[in-house]
């Protein structure tokens, strides 16, 4: 089976589904000749042409304005928002039409959109090319919202989001794009290549929307998370040698409630934790849903790992990001509470 970075599995998701459906359509600013900033894109203009594959404006309203126009009359875009960071120019087009359409047309019409975009920090990208915005939408009704975290995982999602009937905002960690990372940024990059969650299998396969991936198992504690802080978590579990269940959440919305619930009915302990800032985040709801259905299987409260709420600093980048000390901290309050 290859090995592919998740640049290269995000690529070849994109290729297969041009290959198999005329209808779908990749386009955002510089995803044509150029390949994406990231290069996720490249090379997908010459094999499938410029009407398939191709070049916009700097102007995201517009992106998902005209990619919503052409998915409700059959055509199915996936569209790039070249950093999660510029999304809100279009967060109009995205939250009042996209995810309205199949409700206000009484289901006359669907809106099979897929909108891309790099999230979360760890590259020295500063207070505009570093946030985690996915709150945003997971707080909007018709909307779906992946993160995956490894190579597989981005192309058998992002195949099901490009087969979805309803519009699916996609969010891809690019502090992973290359290799996983577990907060030390100290220590040398690893890469996907020689990594056993790396392989990626050849032609069409899909993951399902809504299914948390168990990244490991255990009995002590559960840490519910997703992106980037997948590999932080497992790198603080091994430091400090708990026995933790860390469960990769991947589908933000709708999330996987039955592994959540199985999860921590078993261990009877949970940390929450994301990159994005602390007030009004995704963690926030996670928890609330856990005290909901297992609150008589709790030994301790929850603890919440995040970022914190000021915009993310350049100088002070990994004093922001929920690193492996934070994560240990956490561990040990819920393990000693």
Request: aromatic share 8%.
């Amino acid at each position: 089976m290859p090995q592919l970075t998740m640049i290269e599995a995000l690529r070849d998701a994109m290729d297969v589904m041009l290959a198999r459906d005329p209808k779908v359509v990749i386009f955002g600013e510089d995803v044509g000749y150029f390949g994406g900033v990231f290069r996720c894109t490249s090379g997908l203009q010459k094999k499938y042409g410029e009407e398939r594959v191709f070049d916009t404006p700097i102007n995201e309203s517009a992106i998902v304005g005209i990619g919503i126009g052409m998915a409700a009359q059959g055509m199915k875009p996936c569209v790039e928002i070249q950093f999660a960071d510029y999304v809100y120019p279009a967060y109009d087009q995205i939250t009042q039409e996209a995810a309205r359409i199949r409700h206000r047309s009484n289901e006359q019409f669907s809106c099979p959109i897929v909108i891309r975009m790099p999230t979360g920090g760890g590259i020295f990208g500063g207070q505009t090319h570093s946030q985690s915005p996915e709150a945003l939408f997971t707080h909007v009704a018709g909307l779906k919202v992946v993160q995956p975290c490894t190579p597989h995982d981005a192309k058998g999602l992002l195949i099901s989001a490009m087969e979805d009937p309803d519009p699916v905002i996609f969010l891809e960690p690019k502090r992973l794009y290359n290799g996983p990372f577990n907060g030390d940024h100290k220590a040398p990059a690893q890469s996907w290549k020689n990594h056993q969650l790396g392989e990626v299998p050849e032609g069409h396969y899909s993951i399902p929307i809504g299914k948390a991936r168990v990244h490991r198992e255990g009995s002590a504690v559960t840490i519910l998370t997703y992106g980037t802080m997948v590999f932080v978590a497992e790198a603080a579990v091994n430091t400090l040698g708990v026995d933790a269940e860390i469960i990769d959440l991947r589908s933000l919305l709708p999330l996987d409630l039955e592994t959540i619930e199985e999860s921590v009915r078993k261990t009877g302990r949970c940390v929450v934790l994301h990159e994005a800032t602390k007030t009004s985040g995704l963690a926030g709801e996670i928890i609330a849903i856990v005290q909901e259905a297992c609150f008589y299987h709790l030994e301790a409260p929850v603890q919440r790992v995040t970022g914190w709420d000021a915009p993310y600093p350049h100088a002070l980048e990994w004093d922001y990001f929920p690193g492996q000390e934070r994560v240990c901290r956490a561990l040990q309050a819920v393990m000693e509470a």
